[in-house]
T-cell receptor, first 113, second 115 residues
């Protein structure tokens, strides 16, 4: 059973465009939703995260939008750059329980110069 | 601050052979994790250690996989015997611990190919 569903699988955007990656979850016990960025040959690195009591969070060019009632959240990258080309994973955690990170399947993003 | 170190970076073996991976977490990090990342998927937790004790190994295929963290620092993950479906990147991560910062820092991984 896939607990965190991520789409699209891959995405190609022109430089300066705004790629949007979507995720959905089922388990309402999740209380922390991080996004990870992974470059080839590297491990995932935490990019930005949100708790369900907040509808939006911005850090630099990265924004998470969170819809608790729909159990969906998304990552937006403003003014995207070729250096943003990477694989992005949404994830969910139950910080007050077993604290496991449940990852989505990932989105391979390519920003055209 | 040095990151999580893993070795080897790449390993190619034939099925039914055994293989071992090594991880050195960030200094002072009490919690250590091993993940399996199959191509095209997100990482999946195999085992979590708190110091040298196992917290969660519910998704570790114990008939062939084993892991240890002697002295609560370095860790090794072993596969014996390997199967074709074990081809994946094995990621090690560490965090300060459950009562402090729980952000997990990942190493670069070991890419295993089983022929």
């Amino acid at each position: 059973q896939q607990q965190v569903k991520q789409s699209p699988q891959s995405l190609i955007v022109q430089k300066g465009g705004i790629p949007i990656i979507n995720c959905a979850y089922e388990n309402t016990a999740f209380d922390y939703f991080p996004w990870y960025q992974q470059f080839p040959g590297k491990g995932p690195a935490l990019l930005i995260a949100i708790r369900p009591d907040v509808s939006e969070k911005k850090e630099g060019r990265f924004t998470i939008s969170f819809n608790k009632s729909a159990k969906q959240f998304s990552l937006h990258i403003m003014d995207s750059q070729p250096g943003d080309s990477a694989t992005y994973f949404c994830a969910a955690r139950k910080m007050n329980r077993d604290d496991k990170i449940i990852f989505g399947k990932g989105t391979r993003l390519h920003i055209l110069p | 601050e040095a990151g999580v170190a893993q070795s080897p970076r790449y390993k190619i073996i034939e099925k039914r052979q055994s293989v071992a991976f090594w991880c050195n977490p960030i200094s002072g990090h009490a919690t250590l994790y091993w993940y399996q990342q199959i191509l095209g998927q997100g990482p999946k937790l195999l085992i979590q250690f708190q110091n040298n004790g196992v917290v969660d190994d519910s998704q570790l295929p114990k008939d062939r996989f084993s892991a240890e963290r002697l002295k609560g620092v370095d860790s090794t993950l072993k596969i014996q015997p390997a199967k074709l479906e074990d081809s994946a990147v094995y990621l090690c991560a560490s965090s300060l611990g459950p009562r402090t910062s729980r952000e997990q820092f990942f190493g670069p991984g070991t890419r295993l190919t089983v022929l």
